[in-house]
């Protein structure tokens, strides 16, 4: 028998994941760099053209910095500094002017260029940081000599995150690219999803079958309407996938509030989120229960009360849904993966081409696409089914 304690090891193992998944790797400051410019800048708040020129320097107060861009359609077309306001002071120019009027030109780097790019602005123009736009134009941020210290690297964070859980972790975009567990697990999510909802249409059919006649005439419409979907929800808690779910939630609220990506901050993040399909399902789900009411003859009055129902409770609801049911404390391993789809997330966004993507780019990396294909497969494999063994599965 060994000596010492026996769950050293394994003590040591966890501490050694814990201090990796904290601090970055020494590769990443030894090759710094390499780093594109998106991966070394800073955010900065813009002005537009029309914006005043109190505006502007109240915008310069805040940034701490002695450039500010200025936007024309969310577009770069100039700067303002410090000098160039001292100077619109000295010929008494009105404060109520627009920006454009103390507007100068400036360089602009690409957000994927490399870093030497940047520096090589910054030593041959008289501007203290240069402006980092996307392959449209769109501002993205600001580089200044400061931001190629190893020590003070940042991260460009998308202001929202949207995402999904899978069998296989979390998924994450912010509508531009996408990260963590992408493509067939998306698919696999809707397959899953699909069979969850067979099976809660079965269970459905047998309780109405078994206890149909001891409820009320009034009463059986609606609770068989809304019986699936609360089968749905809590085949949903029994599954992983719910636990991945809290962890999707959980680091989509770190992202979102700036906190650092680390288990100790993670774990303590909300597990509900404001803008998750539980919320939506919910809405849609009591709106329809209560547009059918028997006992309300009017099918106006039953529209407006759905209506205001809806308004009142889909969220509270759905909140009370997604702390109790539709998700749980995740795992270390699911955790894990969420936190590991986060960084990707924020790597990939700090080097996106364009921040402002289609409405094509934007539905794809939603991953509906992939949901509903996943859908699509398992309805077609429920109607074989039905066909070759005769069985009734509740699919039309």
Not at 9 to 20: I, K, N, Y
Not at 199 to 204: D, F, K, T, V
Request: proline share 5%; hydrophobic share 45%.
């Amino acid at each position: 028998m060994a000596n010492g304690d026996p769950f050293s090891s394994v003590h040591r193992d966890t501490d050694h994941l814990l201090t990796t998944m904290i601090s970055p790797p020494q590769s990443t400051l030894e090759n710094s760099d390499s780093l594109q410019v998106g991966q070394i800048m800073r955010s900065v708040d813009s002005v537009d053209t029309f914006d005043s020129i109190v505006q502007a320097a109240t915008r310069l107060q805040s940034n701490g910095i002695d450039v500010l861009p200025v936007v024309n359609q969310g577009r770069f077309v100039g700067v303002i500094t410090e000098n160039s306001l001292a100077k619109a002071l000295a010929s008494k120019l009105d404060w109520t002017a627009p920006a454009s009027d103390i507007m100068i030109d400036a360089p602009t780097v690409r957000a994927d260029a490399d870093q030497k790019e940047a520096l090589q602005l910054l030593n041959s123009n008289a501007f203290s940081a240069i402006t980092v736009v996307d392959r449209d134009g769109q501002v993205m941020g600001i580089v200044s000599a400061s931001c190629f210290s190893p020590s003070q690297l940042t991260e460009n964070r998308p202001m929202m995150v949207g995402g999904m859980a899978t069998p296989f972790g979390v998924y994450l975009t912010n509508g531009a690219v996408g990260s963590g567990a992408k493509g067939f697990p998306l698919v696999l999510t809707g397959f899953t999803l699909f069979v969850l909802l067979i099976i809660a249409q079965l269970g459905s059919k047998m309780a109405e079958n078994q206890v149909a006649d001891r409820i009320p005439e009034a009463l059986r419409h609606v609770a068989f309407g809304l019986l699936p979907m609360v089968l749905f929800f809590l085949l949903m808690r029994v599954i992983p996938l719910s636990g991945t779910h809290g962890a999707e939630h959980q680091v989509v609220h770190a992202i979102e509030r700036g906190e650092p990506l680390v288990p100790e901050i993670v774990t303590r993040m909300p597990r509900v989120h404001p803008r998750c399909g539980t919320n939506i399902a919910v809405g849609a789900s009591m709106f329809l229960a209560i547009t059918q009411l028997p006992w309300i003859a009017s099918q106006e009055v039953r529209l407006g009360v759905g209506l205001l129902a809806t308004m009142f409770l889909w969220q509270p609801i759905g909140n009370f849904l997604q702390q109790y049911i539709t998700t749980r404390k995740p795992t270390f391993k699911q955790l894990h993966t969420g936190i590991a789809a986060g960084k990707e997330l924020i790597r990939n966004a700090s080097t996106v081409r364009s921040t402002h993507p289609n409405i094509g780019v934007r539905i794809y990396h939603s991953g509906m696409l992939h949901v509903m294909m996943g859908s699509a497969l398992c309805y077609g494999a429920g109607r074989i089914l039905q066909t070759v063994f005769q069985i009734d599965l509740g699919l039309e």
